[in-house]
């Protein structure tokens, strides 16, 4: 009932702005402050996997899932404008990451060795920051926006490590996997908005962007006889290109229109 309230009372408050506007002259390029609000669908087209245990510590999401943005979009001429944007992915499934984590252990070393794993903790979004610019074609009732953008895509890096104890010796090894904290890596996101402008204030959005990233870091695999302290280490590379598609359905605000 409290839900049916509030989309009553929204539907009334864009009727009544509809009307209150109706006067007015035509709104093509009068708006000059705008902020949106979005919700669509992220599609990763591939993943950054090299089929190695270290695929479970890296916190990105290669799954299609529904996501939030938000933006605040400024036109400094007629048609040329700029746009700050956050689009906050959702990362990985912490429970199911860190079970194939210790599987992935108990598979490779149980056989000859007592297993325990200290499996890595995942943050739940991690933002994709954006600014680009934004160039403007309107009418009265319809709008095009094409778009360039570049940003960063951060990419968290855990840490993991496998403790072993030697079955039937008191030998005791330990196997770290570190790749730092996490990589930020350039990313351009062309896109296109189009619409249709209920009200002077409000705006009906559907957007679609491609983003492209390029993964360039390494995960050092350390193996270390805890007793005569010996180490082997092995490099885990990780370099692919990286791309996703993102549409969404939105509610522009027009906060502020030229005179």
Not at 71 to 86: M, T, W, Y
Not at 101 to 130: G, I, R
Not at 156 to 180: H, P, W
Request: net charge positive; proline share 3%.
């Amino acid at each position: 009932m409290k839900n049916i309230n509030i989309l009553i009372c929204l539907l009334f408050t864009i009727v009544l702005s509809n009307r209150i506007y109706s006067q007015e002259e035509g709104s093509a390029y009068k708006s000059k402050l705008l902020f949106k609000a979005s919700y669509g669908l992220n599609i990763p087209f591939n993943n950054m996997n090299q089929n190695r245990e270290t695929d479970y510590l890296i916190d990105y999401n290669d799954k299609p899932q529904m996501i939030p943005s938000i933006s605040a979009l400024f036109f400094i001429r007629k048609q040329l404008g700029v746009e700050l944007n956050l689009k906050f992915t959702t990362l990985k499934d912490n429970t199911k990451t860190e079970e194939s984590f210790k599987q992935f252990a108990n598979n490779q070393y149980s056989e000859n060795y007592f297993v325990n794993t200290s499996a890595p903790s995942y943050s739940l979004h991690d933002p994709v920051v954006t600014f680009g610019i934004v160039y403007r074609l309107e009418t009265d009732k319809m709008y095009l926006y094409p778009k360039l953008a570049f940003g960063g895509t951060t990419v968290d890096l855990n840490r993991g490590e496998i403790q072993l104890k030697e079955k039937n010796t008191n030998n005791a090894y330990s196997v770290i996997y570190s790749g730092g904290v996490y990589e930020t890596f350039f990313t351009v996101v062309p896109s296109v908005s189009a619409g249709y402008k209920l009200t002077k204030r409000f705006w009906v959005d559907l957007s679609v962007n491609a983003s492209y990233f390029k993964t360039d870091f390494t995960y050092d695999k350390t193996f270390t006889n805890l007793y005569t302290k010996e180490t082997q280490t092995e490099n885990i590379t990780y370099k692919k290109n990286m791309f996703d598609t993102y549409i969404s359905l939105g509610v522009i605000y027009v906060a502020a229109r030229k005179k």
